[in-house]
């Protein structure tokens, strides 16, 4: 079983959808929890944390349920730019920032 | 501001030769981690650097080694390069290892797109 688990899709939706992504990880000790977007061939960029009490940046909402140890971001009023790889990211320990373990990452493409 | 750069961007080897990758980070950033993307799957986590110390090892053979220089730049080596090796390479800068919001993000390269044939 993998450490950190999402649905690889493909998502097709069409533009002004909302559309949720759910991540599971297996070990009870992370702390830190990152949804990164990744474009066809480019680098991950940040796209927001996951706090405890949740969180949201306009049209994103992550949260984070620690008993079931999961994470899901919504993404309300789709664009066809929101069209990506969105990869789910756990560190076990924040003081080792950089050991971070990826999903394999959930497409999402967004039709006109 | 510059942010991680890498290189080169691309590179075709044959089995068996010898790689070296390059990353300077974000101006600042005292970490550096090394990723290897195969297509389809997540970056898998190869080496972390802080400080010109390794501080992590993901699950990566010997052939695998890394350095980090007094600027916090760093290179990844990869020896008797193997058909599998053919990969993303990414590099990822961060301002620390504490966890202080904002302080553990890591920033990514372009990456080094790696051909073994």
């Known amino acids: 079983r993998k450490e950190v688990e999402q649905d690889p899709g493909p998502f097709n939706v069409p533009e002004g959808a909302t559309v949720a992504f759910n991540c599971t990880y297996s070990?009870?000790?992370?702390?830190?929890f990152f949804w990164y977007r990744q474009d066809c061939r480019k680098e991950p960029k940040l796209l927001m944390s996951?706090?405890?009490s949740g969180n949201e940046d306009g049209r994103f909402t992550a949260q984070l349920n620690r008993a079931s140890q999961y994470i899901s971001l919504l993404i309300r009023d789709s664009k066809l730019s929101d069209s990506a790889t969105y990869l789910c990211?756990?560190?076990?320990?924040?003081?080792?920032?950089?050991?971070?373990?990826f999903g394999d990452g959930t497409t999402l493409t967004v039709k006109p | 501001d510059a942010g991680v750069t890498q290189s080169p961007t691309h590179l075709i080897k044959t089995r068996g030769q010898q790689v070296t990758l390059r990353c300077s980070p974000i101006?600042?950033?005292?970490?550096v981690s090394w990723y290897q993307q195969v297509l389809g799957q997540g970056p898998q986590f190869i080496f972390q650097?802080?400080?010109?110390?390794?501080?992590g090892r993901g699950n990566f053979p010997d052939r695998f080694s890394a350095r980090q220089f007094p600027n916090y730049s760093s290179e990844l080596n990869v020896n008797a390069l193997l058909l599998g090796d053919s990969a993303l390479y990414l590099c990822?800068?961060?301002?620390?290892?504490?966890?202080?919001?904002?302080?553990?993000?890591?920033?990514f390269g372009a990456g080094t797109r790696l051909s073994v044939l």
């Open positions: 990822a800068s961060s301002l620390t290892l504490a966890g202080d919001k904002g302080k553990n993000i890591q920033y």
């Open positions: 070990n009870s000790a992370s702390q830190s």
């Open positions: 996951v706090y405890s």
């Open positions: 101006s600042g950033h005292k970490s």
């Open positions: 650097y802080y400080e010109k110390e390794e501080r």
């Open positions: 990211v756990v560190n076990i320990n924040n003081t080792n920032a950089g050991k971070s373990t």
